[in-house]
């Protein structure tokens, strides 16, 4: 019979970032990849935050070896962490702002990869205002350069979500059996799709998004998160609290009223937040609208992890960088060899 | 005299599927049946093991010729179409220049004449520019040869244009084409918005773009009276719309692109640009829905074919030019959809000789007396379809890699 229909595609779409035997030879999404691949990641972060904590912070493991921050969307703060992590690292590091050209993108993409891949680059941090951008990259453009997602549109944030499981794994003690509520706007932000494969591989009870219809994107449950409306409730027994940045945008295309709305129905005070557990810890990816989805006192106060997010995020990034580079480097000789 | 002896021959047109001789005299079909005696036959032909159908009709595919020959030519496009199994193919309008006046109209025309391999029927814009606001020479057009009037996918967003589009169009019989699609509900989407546009991220095209614009094609065209022909449905919805508004009376058409029959969302998983479709795949209802629809007579089937060079499609998801190559081994394509027995045979050819040509209102069969435009199929042959082996400049083709049964033999256009 013929064998027509999906016979690549529905192949588990976190295969292209593992080599041959199940390591990471890219960072591309959490999702499809194993609760001891996660852990791995994990364990080598927290390894390498006692290094930060040493005069000397640089550790060899990427001597020698060039990566590129290809940032198709400006952040500082990202850029930032990825050029420190690799800095620690003993890496040479290039960083690329790249504006999107208004004309045959797709083409220019792949030029300046090309171009960048013939000076022996050997790791590319990339950020993308489309989904499945680094995908493209790491399966068609340049497999053999290990592509490290910074964000991809509306689709992934890996490292971000790592941290964050860090962030938890190190202030309650584990993520297993804990209830997790990620709270605003689910629909454009790839930190919480992340978020949500992260916790769910891991062993968090429940995963709970609360926010209006307008912004929770249809079938969220399909990836293994509870949805709620009413904030109080969503945030019922919770261990951790996530905060997301509210974008202007979002009142321009009409998904919400006004910002004093939504800081009404979502924003975190401490009046909603003495919905959680007494012990829950709050956290926010950064940068903060005070005001718009978290109020100062909040932010600041004694449940708030969110500086603590930010010191683990360049731990996190060493350890991506360093399996991936290891990984591509198994890949690339195993494959010279056959 | 050509003769094909021991052919099976099926044209739903005339509910007829038995194995005969056929006889074909100028291109024209002369007989079938015993030849009886006294006729010269230059060329006879074993058909044994063979089927005879009516050439394919195509409702709608992108010819990209004028404007966008690096995606592909009249001549290679019809090659391709020709070797799927087409003889009548509807160009859309959304050519460079668009296909909006009468010199393009007969452009493609004189085009065609030299180097196409299927007879053309080009589709003609229904506005200016396809843009929606100002109406086209709709009579004009007509008679420099365009069969309909079609917007391609172009969105007509004014409510008043489209009622008065269909007035004009109703007051000289002129057929119009028109694809359901709500420009500020599918704005920004690429995909199907479901769980799969969910995992990957990517803004998503809800049903509902497609059937809140429907209902309002559906109670303009009751109160015009226009003969009109819905392009390109992809939702289970639109089905039932369109049987509602049938059921009241209204004379109303509509094609499904083969993609949709084929494939669900699901094939989008792992962001291949390849299945980056307008009308977008919809869900296993949906196809399920469509299917059934085909099935029960209540639609054709189109091409959708859209050929484009290799860089369009090798891009983020997003940013991928939409649209499949298809005229290439259509019909063995189509024909894994009765292999799997989701569709009959019956309903497959009926969908692809029988519908289309009542919307355009030819004379299409293989009776006595009729033009012969036909196509010789092998059922069994197997083949695994290399890049190589396609006509079509387009290589975003989703047979590439696969085998399938049954071959084009040979397809017969008739010169008349």
């Not at chain 1, 997790?180 to 629909?187: F, K, N, P």
């Amino acid at each position: 019979m013929t064998s027509l229909i999906h016979h690549e595609t529905l192949r588990d779409p976190s295969r292209v970032q593992l080599t041959d035997d199940g390591r990471l030879k890219h960072f591309l999404t959490t999702e499809g990849l194993s609760a001891e691949l996660l852990t791995e990641i994990l364990d080598t972060a927290d390894s390498f935050i006692s290094t930060q904590e040493r005069a000397v912070k640089k550790v060899p493991l990427l001597r020698g070896k060039t990566v590129v921050n290809l940032f198709f969307e400006n952040s500082t703060r990202t850029r930032s962490t990825f050029e420190l992590a690799a800095k620690r690292l003993s890496a040479d590091i290039l960083n690329l702002d790249i504006a999107r050209s208004a004309t045959s993108k797709g083409e220019t993409l792949m030029d300046t990869l090309w171009n960048l891949e013939a000076m022996y680059s050997d790791m590319f941090v990339v950020r993308h205002a489309d989904s499945g951008a680094a995908h493209f990259i790491a399966e068609q453009v340049t497999p053999n350069v290990a592509i490290i997602n910074a964000g991809d549109g509306r689709h992934a944030h890996p490292t971000q979500a790592m941290l964050d499981m860090l962030t938890i794994r190190r202030h309650k003690e584990g993520i297993a059996g804990k209830v997790v509520a990620i709270v605003g706007d689910i629909l454009h932000s790839r930190v919480a799709r992340s978020q949500i494969y992260a916790l769910r591989t891991l062993g968090a009870a429940e995963v709970r998004v609360i926010g209006p219809g307008t912004l929770l994107p249809k079938d969220i449950e399909a990836l293994g998160a509870k949805p709620f409306y009413d904030m109080k409730q969503g945030l019922a027994d919770c261990d951790v609290v996530i905060m997301l940045r509210l974008q202007k945008e979002r009142m321009q295309n009409a998904l919400l009223p006004s910002e004093g709305e939504f800081f009404k129905l979502y924003g975190l005070t401490e009046a909603k937040l003495a919905c959680a557990r007494p012990d829950a810890i709050v956290m926010h990816p950064g940068p903060i609208n005070r005001g718009v989805e978290i109020e100062s006192a909040v932010a600041d106060g004694p449940q708030s992890v969110i500086l603590n997010q930010v010191s683990y995020g360049i731990a996190v990034r060493m350890a991506v960088m360093a399996m991936a580079m290891s990984g591509q480097q198994s890949q690339n000789s195993s494959e010279e060899m056959a | 005299m050509l003769q094909i002896r021991n052919v099976r021959l099926i044209d739903p047109a005339q509910h007829r599927d038995d194995i005969t001789d056929i006889l074909v005299d100028n291109g024209r079909i002369h007989s079938t049946g015993d030849a009886g005696s006294g006729l010269v036959i230059s060329e006879s032909r074993d058909g044994n093991g063979l089927w005879l159908l009516p050439g394919l009709i195509d409702l709608g595919g992108h010819l990209p010729e004028p404007g966008y020959t690096q995606k592909g030519t009249i001549e290679s496009e019809t090659r391709a179409a020709r070797s799927g199994g087409f003889t009548h193919i509807c160009s859309l309008p959304d050519t460079s220049p668009v296909a909006d006046t009468s010199a393009v109209i007969k452009l493609i025309l004189e085009k065609a004449a030299s180097a196409a391999q299927v007879h053309v029927l080009p589709l003609a814009a229904l506005t200016q520019g396809l843009a929606g606001e100002q109406l086209a020479s709709m009579v004009t057009l007509s008679e420099a040869g365009a069969v309909a009037m079609s917007n391609a996918r172009h969105i007509i967003r004014d409510s008043y244009v489209l009622r008065r589009l269909m007035e004009y169009a109703a007051t000289y019989d002129i057929p119009v084409f028109l694809s359901a699609n709500d420009a500020a509900l599918a704005a920004g989407g690429c995909m199907h918005e479901g769980p799969v546009s969910t995992r990957l991220g990517l803004p998503g095209i809800p049903a509902t773009a497609e059937t809140v614009s429907l209902a309002k094609i559906l109670l303009l065209a009751e109160q015009t009276g226009a003969r009109l022909h819905i392009s390109q449905v992809s939702c289970g919805r639109s089905v039932l719309m369109l049987r509602q508004a049938r059921e009241q009376g209204l004379n109303i058409t509509a094609d499904t692109p083969l993609a949709n029959l084929l494939y669900t969302h699901d094939a989008i998983l792992g962001y291949r640009s390849l299945y980056n479709v307008q009308p977008p795949l919809r869900t296993e209802e949906d196809r399920q829905a469509l299917l059934a629809a085909v099935e029960s007579g209540e639609l054709a089937i189109s091409s959708n074919h859209r050929p484009h060079e290799i860089a369009a499609k090798k891009a983020p998801f997003a940013e991928a030019r939409p649209g499949m190559s298809q005229y290439d081994c259509f019909l063995p394509l189509a024909m894994t959809l009765v292999h799997r027995g989701e569709l009959s045979l019956n309903a497959l050819i009926r969908a692809l000789t029988v519908l289309p040509a009542s919307v355009l209102r030819l004379q299409h069969g293989l009776s006595s007396g009729q033009a012969f435009n036909a196509c010789l199929f092998n059922p069994e042959t197997e083949q695994t379809i290399s890049a190589s082996d396609l006509y079509s400049q387009g290589h975003n083709h989703p047979a590439i890699g696969a085998s399938l049964r049954g071959r084009v033999e040979e397809v017969f256009v008739s010169q008349v």
